[in-house]
């Protein structure tokens, strides 16, 4: 699916369903396997929701990890850069579920989901530290 057709389906139905690509988030997202739902924006994101967002052209799918008063810092959970001042017009949905071997997980309410999250941000300075030290950073 096309970057234009995701676009369109949140505009036109409000909401859009794609297989995933990159690797950016995993391991909650696995690429060409899991199939996202995505929500039109319909408030503001909070810290934590994964949100589609346009960045310089392309879109991107990750996780909303602060609010400042010049926009979010996003970034994948699987990534060590984070995309600063991102304007809150940039973001165009919030993932409300993924399908990953035919089960659905609710990103609101999943408890073994909400158990990830709060696992794997806590975990950030570490995974930072080691990345840094073996140089990948």
Known sequence: MTHSD??????QNGFC???????????????GHDVVMIRKKT???RIND??????????????????????YLIR????YVDHKNVPEEAILGVLEFY??????????????????VRRRNAS???RLTVRKLLGKV
Do not use: W
């Open 43 to 45: 408030a503001p994101p």
């Open 76 to 79: 994948g959970d699987n990534s």
């Open 99 to 116: 399908v990953r071997n035919g089960v659905r997980t609710e990103c609101a309410t999943d408890k073994k989901y909400l158990r990830y």
């Open 17 to 31: 369903a794609y297989t995933t690509v990159g690797a950016s988030m995993y391991p909650m997202l696995r690429e």
């Open 50 to 71: 994964v949100v589609l967002y346009d960045h310089g052209g392309t879109l991107t799918l990750h996780r909303v990890r602060k609010v400042t008063p010049d926009g």
């Open 124 to 126: 950030y300075p570490f």
């Open 6 to 11: 995701i676009r369109t389906q949140l505009l």
